[in-house]
């Protein structure tokens, strides 16, 4: 599983993608290096987190 997990992480690179993800820098259609996964952690760290997401459900 290792040794194909980088090949597999990547996304197809994409006309639209290009176009609506502002030339990949998108979290959806980035490609995966390091600015993917510290988009990734801010994303969950402040998107996701308990406190915020119970705040959205209840308002």
């Known amino acids: 599983m290792k040794t194909n997990d980088l090949s597999l992480a990547n996304r197809p690179k994409l006309l639209s993608a290009e176009i609506v993800g502002y030339n ?22 402040e998107l996701l987190s308990a406190k915020k997401v119970v705040f959205r459900v209840y308002s």
Do not use: N
């Open 24 to 45: 990949y820098t998108d979290i959806v259609f980035s490609l995966y290096s390091e600015y993917r996964r510290q988009m990734r952690s801010i994303c969950i760290l």
